[in-house]
Structures are given as structure tokens and as C-alpha cells.
């Protein structure tokens, strides 16, 4: 079964750091592709990087390019998302997923898996 379960949310000030995980179990991580995406109330959810198996290549749309980091250690079944330089318009609640193909760039629908997601905000 696979699960997916987030942590390290939280409240951080305006251009602050904070480092999200994903610990995922029930499957093998690194034949899986694994995205982050953020959603506020009412809106739809926007995916802000993505991890590839094999060599691990990575996508960052431009709003958080230079800002954010994913990375993974399949060892210990988990993705990370390192985000820097936070900024007001970054509060969202984060969510990661995960599927065996999807795009990088791709929708929320590509990836079949997904966790509970954790709250970041970011206050001025």
C-alpha cells in the first residue's frame, strides 16, 4: 500500500527557510516519481518541483526556481523540499505525490499517490 506522509511545516517569517520531508513506504521510491505541490483554499494545486527516478533529475516552475531544492534519499525512503528565501505569496498547504510516470511540468492529475499535506505560512 503505498503512503506518503509529510512533515515539517510550519510559521516562518518573511525570508526565512524551511525544510519539508516525505517519508513514503509500500513501495520502491526510487523507481517512482515524486512532485511537491502547493494549494491554497479554493484554488487549484500548482506544482512547485518534481524529483525523476533513475538519475533524479528535477523541475522547477519559475516562481520558486533558486528558491527551492527537492531532493531525495532513497536509502531511507523519503523527499525532501528545501525552501528558501520564503515569501508571503508561499503560504499554502504543501502536498507531495507520487506516480511511476508523470511530467514534471505536469498537472496534480498526472500523480495518483498522494499525502495529508502540511501547512507552511509565511508572515510578513
Known amino acids: 500500500q503505498v503512503q506518503l506522509v509529510e512533515s515539517g511545516g510550519g510559521l516562518v517569517q518573511s525570508g526565512g527557510s524551511l525544510k519539508l520531508s516525505c517519508a513514503a513506504s509500500?513501495?520502491?521510491?526510487?523507481?517512482?516519481?515524486v512532485g511537491w505541490f502547493r494549494q491554497a483554499p479554493g484554488k487549484e494545486r500548482e506544482g512547485v518541483s518534481c524529483i525523476f527516478n533513475g538519475r533524479g533529475g528535477t523541475y522547477y516552475p519559475e516562481s520558486v526556481k533558486g528558491r527551492f531544492t527537492i531532493s531525495r534519499e532513497n536509502t531511507k525512503g523519503t523527499v525532501h523540499l528545501q525552501m528558501n528565501d520564503l515569501k508571503t505569496e508561499d503560504t499554502d498547504g504543501y502536498y507531495c505525490a507520487t506516480d511511476l510516470r508523470a511530467r514534471g511540468d505536469g498537472p496534480a492529475e498526472d500523480f495518483s499517490f498522494w499525502g495529508q499535506g502540511t501547512q507552511v505560512t509565511v508572515a510578513s
Open positions: 509500500g513501495f520502491n521510491l526510487d523507481t517512482f516519481i
